[in-house]
């Protein structure tokens, strides 16, 4: 929430993006205008607040006792603000919200486009980033992640099916080289292997009957990003493991068949979640009562 202390909240971006571009992004300023009001209050106080060169931007000394001293006073003033925007009669301002780009793809239709249907004064700002976020630190309100992973101090509002991965070919690479029964014959099968934002290459979980498994499958191919795998499988260049929401359609229309579902359960649910130190301004709380009229 803007306060109209705009010197005040340019110094406090620039200071958590370290960067006047990514500041000057959040705040809906031109970068210009964003370094005239850092230098605007730079000369007041008679003192630099940050050291800049062509590729880093870093608080001084002086900054950061001016950072920890402004910061809670900023914060109170923006709940402030909130509360008192708050009394109307529907939701309004901007809500933002940082999410991963597959959870972004699940609550788009289901739940994002009722919501803004159903308050049109509600500004929505979806950050997709497929790190864990610190929300908080970062000044967003809330966040999409899946239960497993959403920080212990942390709220969460639980949103729609628990959910499942597939593991799919296309109906011509499995006439080639045969249906997979058990995660252990995938030594001998082709697959499309996922790089995690890590770098790490991600091992694909069973669980059957309380066994679980996990399985460094083999392929000549590894991809990041969930499309791209789809593509892959329906050229018959291997298996894929995907979440069913990604494979819908193509299981629907035949162009890929499912093996192993009996060794893929459930996992976690995907969950709205916030900090409970901060206030919850009205359009947060509008999208948790949507969450749990839905289901």
Same mark, same amino acid.
Not at 28 to 43: F, P
Not at 54 to 76: K, M, N, Q, Y
Not at 82 to 107: F, H, K, M, Q
């Given at each position: ?26 705040? @809906?300023? %031109? /970068?210009? +205008?964003?370094?005239?009001?850092? $230098?605007? !209050?730079?000369?007041?106080?008679? =003192? #630099? ?48 919200? @940082?999410? %991963? /780009?597959? +959870?972004?793809?699940?609550?788009? $239709?289901? !739940?994002?486009?009722?919501?803004? =249907? #159903? ?50 070919? %296309? ?125």
């Amino acid at each position: 929430m803007r306060t109209g202390l705009t010197e005040f909240e340019a110094v406090l971006a620039v200071a958590r993006h370290r960067s006047f571009r990514a500041a000057a992004g959040e705040l @809906n300023l %031109s /970068t210009s +205008a964003l370094s005239q009001s850092v $230098a605007s !209050l730079e000369a007041r106080l008679g =003192t #630099r607040l940050f050291h800049r060169t062509t590729r880093s931007v870093r608080l001084t000394e002086a900054g950061e006792r001016f950072v920890a001293d402004v910061a809670p006073a900023i914060a109170s003033l923006g709940v402030a603000i909130e509360r008192a925007s708050d009394e109307g009669d529907a939701p309004r301002g901007t809500l933002r919200i @940082n999410t %991963s /780009t597959g +959870a972004a793809r699940r609550v788009m $239709a289901p !739940l994002l486009v009722p919501y803004l =249907t #159903r308050y049109p004064d509600v500004r929505l700002d979806l950050v997709t980033d497929d790190r864990l976020t610190d929300i908080v630190r970062d000044g967003f309100d809330a966040g999409f992640r899946t239960a497993d992973i959403v920080p212990a101090d942390m709220i969460a509002v639980p949103f729609g099916e628990p959910i499942r991965f597939a593991v799919v070919g %296309s109906p011509g690479y499995l006439a080639a080289k045969g249906t997979p029964r058990n995660p252990s014959d995938l030594a001998s099968h082709r697959c499309i292997r996922a790089r995690m934002r890590s770098g790490h290459i991600y091992h694909w979980e069973f669980e059957r009957h309380g066994e679980a498994i996990e399985v460094d499958v083999p392929g000549v191919l590894t991809l990041d990003e969930p499309n791209l795998m789809l593509e892959a499988a329906r050229a018959g260049l291997g298996l894929t493991y995907l979440t069913e929401f990604n494979v819908a359609e193509d299981l629907a229309s035949g162009s890929l068949v499912r093996v192993l579902e009996d060794w893929t359960p459930p996992f976690d649910r995907l969950c709205l979640y916030y900090s409970g130190r901060r206030h919850v301004p009205g359009a947060l709380r509008a999208l948790i009562d949507l969450i749990r009229e839905t289901g």
